[in-house]
Nanobody, 116 residues
Framework: QVQLVESGGGLVQAGGSLRLSCAASGNIFSIYTMYWYRQAPGQQRELVATITSGGITNYADSVKGRFTISRDNAKNTLYLQMNSLKPEDTAVYYC??????????WGQGTQVTVSS
């Protein structure tokens, strides 16, 4: 099964930007639909962005126009470019693929904290 490691989180002021990365192992990265989720303290995990193996993207309404999901199949890496960050974006961000989600398997994620 594919292994996923998130990175790139940190502390940023409102209005700032961060780029998250998700490094994937394995030789079938290019066939996976991939997702970014986030979970704020005391809240449910929510889907933020989706990208299919064909590059079709979708976004939660709360981030549409501010976040961009992309993938570099040659580097086995998923990205989330986060611009115009708001305090409400503060959360642990996770990447995942359908097979691991079906098993309830999640990594450690990467913390994003946006200060006002």
């Amino acid at each position: 099964q594919v292994q996923l490691v998130e990175s790139g989180g940190g502390l940023v002021q409102a209005g700032g930007s961060l780029r998250l990365s998700c490094a994937a192992s394995g030789n079938i990265f290019s066939i996976y639909t991939m997702y970014w989720y986030r979970q704020a303290p005391g809240q449910q995990r929510e889907l933020v962005a989706t990208i299919t193996s064909g590059g079709i993207t979708n976004y939660a309404d709360s981030v549409k126009g501010r976040f961009t999901i992309s993938r570099d199949n040659a580097k086995n890496t998923l990205y989330l470019q986060m611009n115009s960050l708001k305090p409400e974006d503060t959360a642990v961000y996770y990447c995942n693929v359908p097979t691991r989600i079906a098993l309830g398997s999640w990594g450690q994620g990467t913390q994003v904290t946006v200060s006002s």
